[in-house]
Nanobody, 111 residues
Framework: EVQLQASGGGWVQPGGSLKLSCAASGFAFNRTYMRWVRQPPGQETEFVASMSSVGNAYYQDAVKGRFTISRDNAKNMLYLQMNSLKSEDTAVYYC?????RGRGTQVTVSS
């Protein structure tokens, strides 16, 4: 069974930082294209960042230069370092494969 569990969310002031983690199990993580997506309150889910199995990274324009996606294939972990956070980054963040989205973690950016 594919399991994806995101953690590390919380409340932060604008300009602050958070690092999200995603623990993956039940599939060949080291061969799987992984992504972070988010769902802002009252809005549709949107792409945030993704990383290939060999480390090629892609980002939504709104987060380029502020967010960094990374992975540790030995630990089956996916990460999202988020810096210079803005109120519009407020959302539930999920890690996902092509077909499965795990349990999310809430990120709230507010003063």
């Amino acid at each position: 069974e594919v399991q994806l569990q995101a953690s590390g969310g919380g409340w932060v002031q604008p300009g602050g930082s958070l690092k999200l983690s995603c623990a993956a199990s039940g599939f060949a993580f080291n061969r799987t294209y992984m992504r972070w997506v988010r769902q802002p309150p009252g809005q549709e889910t949107e792409f945030v960042a993704s990383m290939s199995s060999v480390g090629n990274a892609y980002y939504q324009d709104a987060v380029k230069g502020r967010f960094t996606i990374s992975r540790d294939n030995a630990k089956n972990m996916l990460y999202l370092q988020m810096n210079s956070l803005k109120s519009e980054d407020t959302a539930v963040y999920y890690c996902a494969t092509d077909s499965v989205r795990g349990r999310g973690t809430q990120v709230t950016v507010s003063s």
